[in-house]
């Protein structure tokens, strides 16, 4: 589709600076990149931690390791940790690492302000688990928040506030990055419906999280001032009503769930044509669906409260508008399912998790159009098979298309092969171990189990155990995965400057790994 | 530990064969419930999943087949085309007729369920850290009221500590751990009930899965939900929305009796109502109120103060050596107890519980783990109301 | 150096960023520890926001280095453009929070606490006595009895000042365009003074409202969406008027050219943004 003509970096410039101060300091795309994906892992492994706690309190009835309060505050941070610690900066390292590469730019944007938006995480993260040890402990709320329980925690809470509207801000300033860089750094000849889908895709992720991060800092805000000035907005006795932080919330949190699928949308993109050796089907029309889905995300927040009692009308609506959003989503599906159909396939490390991802993610979005349909959503709210919906689509979604994305750019990044055999074992293990771990919890929640339980009874024991299980093992297959990064960073088989024979797009031109500075000259597109 | 992981084994053979009849299909799917709102959710959920099967069928096995047959080990060399308006027409509009015609039934559904008009009578639940108030309001029993926790035995079985395992608690409970309450709540069958809910602290979610829906107890506001039960037998439930601590431990009991059962049952509460309301003019000896006292302690107080009165603090204060159970002027105990302190976990008891329990629940709570305050009669609780 | 204005400037490392995050850090610190009666928490909170100000001189003043050297071509100009404009977009994000909480509250919640629409058992049951609509504090009276702060006195007046404003900016900006740099800076000191005269006029106002209305923070829901709404907007006015400031002394210095000035512009969009804001809230706040 794009090939560049020109020029590689010969640009004598100053490297990076050496030691520690180089990542403090660093106003590089790549190397701010590189920080994101390291956070990120980092950050999954301690929420994954959190996860191997519930599963281990759960592995049979009874209560045999933490204390109820504390499972909550597993469940609450396990959450904020994977959501705002680990998918999303895993998507902005890679919006960094790529989109510059992608679009033939000397590098992001507002340079210094990208620093600023990765260095204020680790700050905001370290807030939210010291309130661990404070007196009351973490949050136990829930990830969600709701009032008046969350006004129920100890001095930790305002830290908790705190770090949201920190990691908010953070989130913003990466979205301006990332608009501004799209829209005004592209090479010339990159028009914008040249641009690889990631680009498109990140593109509206970063206006669904400039409208909606602030909306979430207004909602924490409110709490704040309810717990500590005064203000009664989620209190009736003053006028104000609980369930109004709830569509607040969700105002922003639907769309935020968007934000944590729309990017893998666009790394499966560029991964399934690379390995069907055809272009990709449909390409406008994926643009279309990226826009309409993140257009319905604005209008069907109340499906998450169904049970909160709205007005009929109001239930009606939302049922279907969610609806409509399996329509754009369904789109997407066909499409990628059309660029293999008469493609010339291989199964590559990537291209295996795009496949996984491609099937599990519709089966997450399926159980998605179950909880859609409001009266049947009155028995499944607030279940185990909401958990299963949602792991689907951010483990087998939103986590799988970062593993495709690792294992298809590693070697670009970092000039080595990564290890394929390592590579296809973790697959494996992962995919049986997940559907393990997630699948039966569709069956608990059926069965009647609450969510945000640390115990339950007797006739839950089976599939818990199962999912246990499945848990530990996809758990410790994660190893496989650090590892096998690990050893591609510190060397292996050399990578060629393509790399994948099917591969297409301007970061492919750069040699493997690519200088410091991208296109410091800009290639021009034909 | 073996046959368990024997068990799982089993139970995920049989999962996989879904729907096999070696498995009891109430742990795979959906309870098909006792009302006619639970039958057509029932039906609901069993058309979108058939729904989505079918349509998975059918996307995953042309993905599944251009695997298999479009591979380059296969000498697969790769089409070029990239673009179909036709196609994309059509797999917008297929999808669209079929979220319509799903949409229909849901819809007829969801609007019987919230008609609540023509109730025969109308219960009152309030949701409260931990446990659930029944009011009846009006109807057959109207006046009656109680709470209504996890029952004591559960209660001790779950603490952290106590050392069950799964078979120790299918020995001792069998299928019923965590799902026996001390008063469950009773109801006519065949009568529409009118079910209004609200909460006193943070928002609960009262749910019992054979009814067919849950719907949320919101402090401040009162929601409606309605259920008619067909036949008698013993529903259980559970709170559905996170409310801190014990959530997990917050049952929901429902006992469906014939009209005549039922009838019988309201007679025996309002005489058992009655002869409490008469002792509270009695004085009571103190080691009647002790054992009343701890009852009522253990059922209403120990989730948070602790069976020891220890408390947690700093969240949850002790009450054993607290300078308020101790001395001789019982007041500022009475009224914190009575009022609750706005604001905190600690709830209003004066509108839950009576002037015996509550002059009972005190009295002991001044006389246990070296507290030596003086004793409470159930008038000081009415003088003090 | 290398660096001329044909190539995209990328500055080096850049130390500024992390002090920023240490700034932040140290000031949200500071109100935690403050909201929780902790008695460093008012001097955490002070030390954080003295690095803040530190920060913002040092960033900005390298930002301004450069630009006055010459560093940044159009293509970077853009960039700045650009982001100023999705700031503002996440502004108007936040105040759309509170907005909706005030039209919720005020739409829904207190209808169904009066017993309309489909809730009237919330009224019958947990607040009968409760009948009084918007302004309201609420059924349990929170915060006791208050009056609101009429429309057409003082609130009006600032209306007309900030309108005002927003005309002496655009006067400035012609100005500016037009090379007279006389003009620019009389027009944006008198910029300045109409965002500290609309200022100084809502303090007072806040004042009045809590010496002798009794309307506070606390007044309920009513209370609770016109502090907050009206005090962020307040906040905002702050903030631009400081921004004003700088940039009035940058133009009195000559930093700005007919053609190139995006700080000043910056400024002024923020301005015209919080100008807007304020109509909003003058009619759904005040007004209606
Ligand atoms: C990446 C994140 C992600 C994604 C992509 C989705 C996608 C969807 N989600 Fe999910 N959801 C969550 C994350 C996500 N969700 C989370 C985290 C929660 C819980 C939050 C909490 O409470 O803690 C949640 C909860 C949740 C609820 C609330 C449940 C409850 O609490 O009771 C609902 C209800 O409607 C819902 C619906 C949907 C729908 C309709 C989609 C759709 O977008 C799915 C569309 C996709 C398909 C349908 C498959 C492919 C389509 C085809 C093959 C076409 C043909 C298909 C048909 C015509 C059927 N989700
Ligand atoms: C992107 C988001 C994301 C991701 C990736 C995950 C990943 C996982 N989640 Fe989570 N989860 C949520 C988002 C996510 N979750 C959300 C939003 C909720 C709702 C919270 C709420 O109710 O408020 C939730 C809730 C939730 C629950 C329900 C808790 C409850 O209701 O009480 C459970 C229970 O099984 C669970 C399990 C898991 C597991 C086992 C994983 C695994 O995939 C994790 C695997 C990763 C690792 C294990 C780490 C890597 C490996 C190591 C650290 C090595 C050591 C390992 C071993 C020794 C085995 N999650
Ligand atoms: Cu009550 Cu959960
Ligand atoms: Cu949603």
């Known amino acids: 589709m794009t090939t560049a003509t020109a020029t590689h970096d010969d640009h004598h410039d100053h490297g990076p600076a050496k030691g520690l101060m180089r990542w403090i300091t660093t106003t590089n795309h790549k190397d701010i990149g590189t920080l994101y994906l390291l956070f990120a892992l980092i950050m999954f492994f301690i929420g994954g931690a959190m996860a191997m ?142 641009m690889p889908l990631f680009c498109w895709t990140w593109l509206i992720t970063a206006y669904l999280l400039i409208a909606t991060m602030p909306v979430l800092a207004g909602a924490v805000t409110m709490l704040l001032t309810d717990k500590f000035a005064g203000t009664s907005f989620f209190n009736a006795a003053g006028g104000g009503d609980p369930v109004m932080f709830q569509h607040i919330f969700w105002f922003f949190g639907h769309p935020e769930v968007y934000i944590l699928i729309l990017p893998a949308f666009g790394i499966i993109s560029a991964i399934v044509p690379t390995f069907a050796r055809k272009p990709l089907f449909g390409y406008s029309s994926m643009v279309y669906a990226t826009a309409s889905i993140a257009f319905l995300s604005f209008i069907v927040w109340a499906h998450h409260m169904f049970t909160v009692g709205m007005p009929v009308t109001g239930e009606l609506f939302f049922m279907y508008a969610t609806m409509m959003i399996a329509v754009p989503t369904g789109v997407k599906v ?74 298809y750019w590693l070697p670009k990044w970092t000039g080595n092969m990564y290890d394929e055999r390592l590579g296809k074992i973790h697959f494996w293990i992962s995919t049986i171990s997940v559907n393990l771990l997630f699948f039966p919890q569709h069956f608990l929640g059926l069965a009647g189990m609450p969510r945000r339980i640390p115990d339950y009874s007797v006739q839950f024991a089976d599939w818990n155990m199962v999912s246990s299980i499945g848990g530990f093992i996809f758990g410790a297959s994660q190893l496989l995965f650090a590892y096998n990064v690990y050893k591609t960073v510190k060397g292996g088989k050399k990578a060629t400057d393509k790399v994948w024979e099917g591969a297409d797009g301007l970061e492919w031109t750069l040699s493997s790994p690519p200088p410091y500075h991208s296109f410091t000259e800009a290639p021009v597109v034909k | 530990m073996k046959s368990r992981i024997a068990r799982g084994v089993l139970a995920l053979t049989t999962g996989l064969l879904a729907g096999s009849a070696l498995a009891e299909w109430d742990l795979l799917n959906m309870r098909k419930g006792v009302t006619s709102t639970s039958h057509e959710v029932h039906d609901l959920h069993m058309m979108i999943l058939w729904v989505c099967v079918v349509i998975g069928i059918v996307v995953f096995g042309a993905m599944i087949y251009a695997m298999l047959k479009h591979r380059k080990s296969k000498g697969a060399v790769a089409a070029q085309f990239h673009e179909s308006t036709t196609m994309e027409i059509i797999w917008t509009i297929i999808p669209i007729v079929i979220l319509v015609s799903m949409a229909i039934p849901a819809t007829k559904t969801l609007l019987a369920m919230e008609d609540v ?254 507290n030596s305050g003086s004793a409470v009669q159930p008038a000081e609780i009415k003088a003090a109301r | 150096m290398a660096h001329t204005a044909d190539h995209y400037y990328v500055p080096h490392g850049s130390h500024w960023p992390i002090i920023a995050s240490i700034a932040l850090t140290t000031g949200v610190v500071g109100a935690a520890l403050w909201f929780n009666g902790h008695a460093s928490g008012e001097m955490v909170l002070f030390i954080g926001l003295a690095l803040v100000a530190f920060m913002m001189f040092g960033w900005f003043g390298t930002v301004i280095n450069e630009s006055l050297k010459g560093m940044y071509n159009e293509q970077v100009d853009r960039s700045f453009r650009q982001g100023m404009m999705w700031f503002i977009f996440s502004e108007v994000m936040f105040f759309a929070a509170f907005f909706g909480a005030l039209f919720y509250a005020r739409e829904l919640a207190v209808p169904w606490l009066l017993g309309e629409g489909a809730k009237f058992a919330t009224h019958d049951y947990l607040w009968p006595n409760f009948s009084e609509a918007w302004p309201t504090n609420g059924p349990g009276g929170v915060g006791g009895q208050f009056e609101t702060v009429g429309a ?112 000043f512009e910056g400024v002024a969009w923020y301005w015209h943004f919080v100008d807007v804001v304020w109509l909003g809230l003058f009619i759904f706040v005040y007004v209606l």
């Open chain 2, 117 to 370: 008009s023509d109730a025969d009578m109308t219960i009152k639940v309030t949701g409260l850290q931990w446990k659930w108030k029944y009011d009846y309001v009006d109807g057959e029993g109207a006046g009656i009221s109680f709470l209504s926790s996890l029952a004591p035995e559960h209660n001790e079985a779950r603490l952290l500590g106590a050392g069950m395992d799964e078979a120790k608690l299918r020995e001792k409970f069998g299928q019923t751990y965590l799902r026996d309450v001390d008063n469950p709540v009773v109801v006519p069958t065949g009568k529409k009930i009118r079910f209004l809910l609200t909460a006193a602290d943070v928002i609960h979610s009262w749910w019992v899965p054979d009814l067919g829906w849950k719907k949320d107890a919101i402090p401040g506001f009162v929601n409606e939900s309605w259920t008619r039960i067909d036949k008698p037998g013993v529903y259980r439930g559970k709170c559905a929305e996170l409310c801190g601590k014990d959530h997990g431990f917050m049952p929901i009991v429902v006992v469906a009796k014939s009209p005549a059962d039922y009838a019988a049952w309201v007679q025996a509460q309002t005489g058992a109502a009655a002869a409490e309301a008469a002792s509270a003019d009695k004085i009571w000896a103190a080691d009647d109120l002790l054992a009343k006292g701890e009852q009522v302690y253990k059922t209403n107080c120990a989730a948070c103060h602790q069976l020891t009165g220890t408390g947690v603090p700093p969240a949850f204060p002790a009450l054993a050596g607290n300078p308020i159970s101790n001395g001789d002027d019982p007041m500022g105990q009475i009224t914190t107890v009575l009022n609750g302190r706005p604001g905190t976990a600690m709830a209003a008891y004066g509108p839950m519980l009576s002037d015996v329990e509550l002059a009972a629940a005190i009295t002991y709570v001044r006389s246990s783990w070296g």
């Open chain 1, 53 to 194: 706690v519930i599963r281990a309190e759960l592995f049979q009835p009874g209560m045999q390791i933490v204390d109820p309060q504390f499972f909550n505050s597993m469940t609450t941070v396990h959450a904020l940790l994977m959501i705002f610690g680990a998918v999303m900066p895993a998507f902005t390292g890679l919006a960094n690492w790529l989109i510059p590469m992608q679009i033939g730019a000397p590098d992001m944007a507002l340079p210094r302000m990208n620093n600023f938006s990765f260095w204020i995480l680790p700050f905001a993260f370290t807030l939210l688990l010291s309130t661990f040890f404070m007196s009351g402990g973490g949050p136990a709320g829930g990830w969600t928040l709701y009032p008046p329980l969350s006004l129920q925690m100890g001095d930790g809470f305002p830290f908790l506030i705190f770090a949201i509207h920190l990691a908010g801000i953070s989130s913003i300033m990466g979205s301006i990055n990332v608009i501004v860089t799209i829209l005004n750094m592209r090479a010339p000849g990159m028009t914008l419906m040249k």
């Open chain 3, 152 to 263: 057409w006195g003082i609130p009006a007046l600032n209306t007309l000042l900030l309108l005002t404003s927003g005309v002496t900016i655009t006067l400035a900006h012609w100005a500016l365009k037009a090379g007279d740099r006389t003009k620019t800076v009389l027009w944006l000191i008198a910029t300045v003074a109409l965002g500290a005269i609309f200022l100084g006029f809502q303090a007072y106002e806040y004042i009045h409202a809590y010496h002798e209305l009794n309307l506070t923070l606390e007044s309920g829901i009513y209370g609770s969406t016109f502090f907050m709404l009206t005090g962020f907007h307040g906040f905002h006015v702050t903030i631009g008027t400081a921004m004003l400031l700088v940039i009035t002394i940058r133009a009195a210095k000559g930093h700005f050219t007919a053609d190139n000035h995006f700080a």
């Open chain 1, 334 to 407: 066909f499409n990628w399912v059309s660029t293999m159909w008469k493609g010339s396939m291989t199964f590559e490390t990537p291209m295996l998790f795009a496949v996984g991802f491609i099937m599990m993610f519709t089966i997450g979005g399926f159980s998605g159009l179950m909880l859609a349909i409001a009266p049947a959503d009155f028995q499944y709210h607030d279940t185990y098979f909401v958990v299963a919906h949602f792991h689907y689509v951010l483990v087998t979604g939103a986590i799988y298309s970062i593993m495709a994305a690792t294992y």
